[in-house]
């Protein structure tokens, strides 16, 4: 089975800062990852995903993550925030085989300070 | 595309009633998934279908739970004889075959 990490659970950070949530995933086959956000009583939003190709994937709102396979690591980075980035932010993995079910880490709640 | 909808947005029962929630997909979206997120948790898989098929069922699923998809459309899942534990938020999501998921805003069970 695919198991997802996401070690902190709360980033706080000011305003026009750079940011980088971690996300470390363990798996025996080979896997696609995702990052998701989610505002407040809403549902997960696609920020990006990392299917094939150049491990540096870019996302919606400036985000964007790089996969390092030596690592098991996907970590979501923003070179400088904004107050509508305060959400939370969910890592997942899913197996390329068959891409029917999807592993959740435990979320990293990012809030944003002026 | 006009998104996963969820129905009702919100669920307030007593312990031991039971509820159904709806959830209508992405009309050209051959899978449906139903997820439940507990307070400070990321989502946890229930159940996927392929078209109507149920594919996959979670151990977590337990025999109070059912759902169908009746058609390939839209999709209910059942929940008999509450209990406090099942209060939750219930996430669907659709997708075409391996396209990312597409989730609804979600039903919040509270069990009282």
């Known amino acids: 089975a695919q198991s997802v990490t996401q070690l902190d659970s709360q980033v706080p950070v000011f305003e026009e800062a750079p940011v980088e949530l971690r996300c470390n995933y363990s798996?025996?086959?080979?896997?696609?990852l995702f990052w998701y956000v989610q505002y407040p009583n809403q549902g997960l939003q696609l920020l990006l995903k990392?299917?094939?190709?150049?491990?540096l994937v870019k996302g919606i709102n400036g985000f964007e993550a790089e996969f390092n396979k030596s690592q098991t690591s996907f970590h979501l980075r923003k070179p400088s925030v904004h107050i509508s980035d305060t959400a939370e932010y969910f890592c997942?993995?899913?197996?390329?085989?068959?891409?029917?079910?999807?592993?959740f880490g435990s979320g990293t709640k990012l809030n944003v300070k002026p | 595309d006009t998104g996963v909808s969820q129905n009702p947005r919100h669920k307030i029962t007593k312990r031991g009633q039971n509820v159904t929630f709806r959830c209508d997909p992405i009309?050209?979206?051959?899978?449906l998934y139903w997820y439940r997120q507990t307070l400070g948790q990321g989502p946890e898989f229930l159940t996927y279908?392929?078209?109507?098929?149920?594919?996959?069922k979670s151990r977590l699923l337990s025999d109070r739970f059912s759902a169908e998809r009746p058609k390939g459309s839209f999709s209910t899942l059942e929940i008999q004889r509450t209990e406090q534990g099942d209060s939750a938020m219930y996430l669907c999501?659709?997708?075409?075959?391996?396209?990312?998921?597409?989730f609804g805003n979600g039903t919040r069970l509270t069990v009282t």
């Open positions: 009309s050209e979206h051959n899978r």
């Open positions: 279908f392929q078209n109507e098929a149920q594919l996959e």
């Open positions: 997942a993995v899913t197996r390329t085989l068959n891409f029917n079910k999807f592993y």
């Open positions: 798996s025996s086959v080979s896997v696609y």
């Open positions: 990392y299917l094939s190709g150049s491990t």
């Open positions: 999501a659709s997708s075409l075959d391996t396209s990312p998921l597409h």
